[in-house]
């Protein structure tokens, strides 16, 4: 296949992912604050939840992810994209637990964005050649990012985020 062909295969499923998250976290601005059964405000953990999401979010971006896999000098691509791979999957297994205190449309956001990463990962190396180095993955995985338009899956993410938790410091 195509990289062209590839490239707008995925940009397509990020732009429709990205569709999704928009509306989704667009119909429930409004949510309220929750409350606990003694009437305990749960804003602190929220608003920590949230941190720790922003965080996520920016550690699973592919321009961040090939910047601290970079130097651990890996030779084939197969190998740059399975170290790709784990590392999104261990930042969102150890977050996971945030999700007890943002809103659904916050930690379905994320996850979208940690599928959509996958997913440009294995579309790219699975585009390169056999024989294809760390390097090259690299390459192609950055020169895809920077050829999105502004309305990339992680800035839309980052921006809900964000207003989420402005919204529980009102």
Known sequence: MDFDVISLMISIIALLISAFTFVLWTKERNRPVKETPAGESTKPLQLQAYERLVMLTERISIPNLVSRANQSGLASAKEMQIL???????????NSSQQIYV????????????????????QIASSLPAEARAIDLNKALLDFIMGQQKGALHSIVLEALNYEARKLMK
């Open 84 to 94: 790709l791979l784990e590392s999104i999957k261990q930042e969102f297994e150890y």
């Open 103 to 122: 809103s659904p449309v916050a930690w379905e956001s994320v996850k979208n964005l940690k599928e959509q990463n996958m997913l440009i990962i294995n």
